[in-house]
């Protein structure tokens, strides 16, 4: 249950996906303007994010950068995304970061530490965190890769005799 009487610097499940996308960007460095793009495009195309407007994503990223900077770092950003967020909204918070590393491109040492600590806070298992980073990597795999095709691949000339 869900404490009411103060306000919060994070109100709703979506403050706390976004403050958590945001961190992901920010793990390796200043967000880029690409991150930005590329968060508000996750947030506008998820139901459990579609909600919120532009200035909701712009004021959850002003909160996220001053509790980054901060001498707590990522465990204010954390404490706050798990209290406000249900086991079952903390998978599918795991799932859009882990979207978004994925999408972002090559991903660094830093952004798998971030997702590593993501899981451990959220006390997402194994088997889950596994079935969500696979099922992300082969959602955004592209389908045209000439590596992956067993009959055209690098294996193609191995005779099976």
Known sequence: ??????PELVN???DAIILCLLAAAAVDGTPHNSEIIL????????????QDSSED????????LALLAGPEGLESLFSLATRQLSPRE???CFALVVEFVVRNGQISPEEMRYLDLLADHFRLDRLSRAAIEHAARIR??????????PLNGPLSNVSTR
């Open 140 to 149: 955004l795999d592209p389908l045209d890769d000439p590596l992956d095709d």
């Open 39 to 50: 968060i508000e495009a996750i947030a506008s195309t998820t139901p459990a994010l579609a």
């Open 12 to 14: 709703t499940a979506q």
């Open 1 to 6: 249950m869900r404490d009411t009487s103060t």
């Open 90 to 92: 903390r998978a599918t």
């Open 57 to 64: 994503y712009a004021r959850m990223m002003e909160i996220g």
